[in-house]
């Protein structure tokens, strides 16, 4: 099957447009009528270095690929509007292949009103996948930037981290999987191979007044660290109130890790860090009580100066560690 | 030195924020403000597939990603807005190369005032670069899709063809090269490796009333027949009015190819083919003209009916063969 029939077969299992697309999948462009400002990311995964396809199915790869690209829309309080996939299939994919990436990519945007625009089919040596996200909100004034922290804002944390960088110790090796229940594993196997973006949560934390907030792909410190050079402030982070991931500690017990670092360093949780006006947390825990999404806790606060300091219940700083994620080719 | 490093150092060259864009590259998104519809399209280039190493210098084929993606945006009509490159680097891609390939990137930015809105980078088993370009027109209307050519319209091409499917047989057998001046070889090795996106030729034509329009990426038979089938009209062609790219006939014949042929299904020229009302003739000339940037060529014309029909000078129809591209894997 030539390129342009496959790419027919694929196109015919878009939806028909979204609510701001005048024209879909199959033109030259897609044509959309954006109402106010948009927020536009780019994302990438690439099989031997994000992904292996003998530990994920390809519908799990399809919905990771999207997710992680939403994240970044959810970090700005954006509401998902369009996709745009490039899919850089490699020769051992077939069509049944290419359908199943689909499958979880259309899962995936379903779940988040996302709207698959477009998109390019091209060859290449391993499975490649970028995605395009726009997302929308009235006015540039109501996304949520990494830069405007302010001393005394509270530091919030959607959900619980850590549980991505356990779940990498599971599939890495299988016998720790004896450390938690069957259900504990699999729930944090699935935090690195399909993860959620939090868009609901974006959007809560964006309408109670988030003044900065950031996806947590690198890891806490390291986004963390981010946000406070955006902002041109420091974090100060307690360790004791960090939510780890249920499993995290045992599991890092049977890998002889420190759960503390794997969960401050460990990346890829797509949780929030948000840093909100001290006065704004009532409102801000309501609104995620509603988008019944996550969690939210408040994990430290912004004060002047630089860095991200992570303290420790008994005093000290935790000098955070790189932690190595898997297969950098 | 890290990707972070890179990122930031390579993030330091890009100029301050385009007209619509609020917050550019370095946060989790690029906050624009369109001002009216936007046109989105992707493309992607890889290495081994698209374009080698030891053909083309970094520079060139950083231009080349941004060009062929804004292609897609000229044969709307679109004035160029913002681009986001997703940049999949092999590890042999040292600090020298990505400052290339930006060079180029952005030197075609600044030549169709393309702003780079953001991006991600990547390790990737070979050099690939995705790339999403968004246009911008005051409504959906402004735009011209494939799908609106009727029975009676002309059809015209800008500029001329053959020329990339010349470059091509250049690059591959140095020694054609004898068939023409050193000027000419360079030229069609330039059409080759270094395309130029017809956007004011574009906007020119859908100001002068042009129903539908594509670029020609896959060869003028190929995507005449997207055009037709969009529409749902016939297509004839005239073989002798066809512009060809000078040089095409002495390569050609050196190589022992038909160069009508070569025209008519070599792709990769990325002119526009576009229906035209016949009375919008004349104005779409004048605004050519005015556009500077390349000829305008009556070719055809649409019809009832369905495909596309090359007719030959002396009568009868050319039957267009498959042509073989570069390197598929």
Redesign the interface.
């Known amino acids: 099957m030539g390129e342009f029939e496959l790419l027919a077969k694929l196109r015919e299992r878009l939806p028909a447009a979204g609510p701001r697309i005048?024209?879909g999948s199959?033109?030259?462009?897609?044509?959309?009528?954006?109402g106010?400002?948009?927020?536009?990311?780019?994302?990438?995964?690439?099989e031997?270095?994000?992904f292996r396809r003998d530990e994920a199915a390809l519908a799990t790869i399809g919905r990771k690929a999207l997710a992680t690209a939403l994240s970044?829309?959810a970090?700005?309080g954006?509401e998902a509007g369009?996709a745009?996939?490039?899919l850089?299939a490699p020769?051992d994919l077939d069509e049944d292949g290419f359908h199943a990436l689909l499958d979880g990519i259309l899962e995936r945007a379903r779940a988040t009103g996302t709207a698959i625009?477009?998109?390019?089919l091209?060859?290449?040596?391993?499975l490649?996948l970028?995605v395009?996200?726009?997302?929308h909100a009235p006015?540039?004034s109501a996304?949520v930037?990494?830069?405007d922290a302010v001393a005394g804002d509270l530091l919030v944390l959607t959900g619980e981290i850590g549980g991505a960088a356990a779940g990498r110790l599971l599939l890495d090796d299988p016998s720790l999987a004896a450390a938690v229940s069957e259900d504990t594993a699999a729930r944090l196997r699935a935090r690195q191979l399909d993860p959620s973006p939090r868009l609901r949560s974006g959007r809560a934390l964006a309408r109670a007044g988030a003044r900065a907030?950031?996806?947590l792909s690198d890891g806490l410190v390291g986004d963390a660290a981010h946000l406070a050079g955006?902002s041109g402030v420091g974090l100060e982070i307690d360790a004791g109130s960090l939510p780890l991931a249920k499993g995290l500690v045992e599991v890092a017990a049977a890998a002889g890790r420190d759960p503390l670092q794997l969960a401050v360093a460990g990346g890829e949780d797509y949780e929030l860090l948000a840093a909100l006006p001290a006065d704004a947390l009532g409102e801000a825990s309501l609104r995620m009580g509603e988008a019944a999404e996550a969690t939210l806790t408040p994990i430290g606060r912004v004060a002047a100066g630089a860095g991200v300091e992570v303290r420790l219940p008994g005093g000290g700083r935790l000098e955070a560690v790189g932690y190595d994620h898997f297969a950098?080719?």
């Open positions: 005048a024209l199959g033109d030259d462009a897609a044509v959309t009528v954006p106010g400002a948009t927020a536009t990311s780019v994302d990438a995964i690439v031997g270095v994000h970044d829309l970090a700005m954006a369009e745009y996939v490039v850089g020769s625009a477009g998109g390019d091209t060859r290449a040596p391993v490649t970028a395009t996200v726009v997302g006015a540039p996304f930037s990494r830069g907030m950031i996806d955006a950098e080719p």
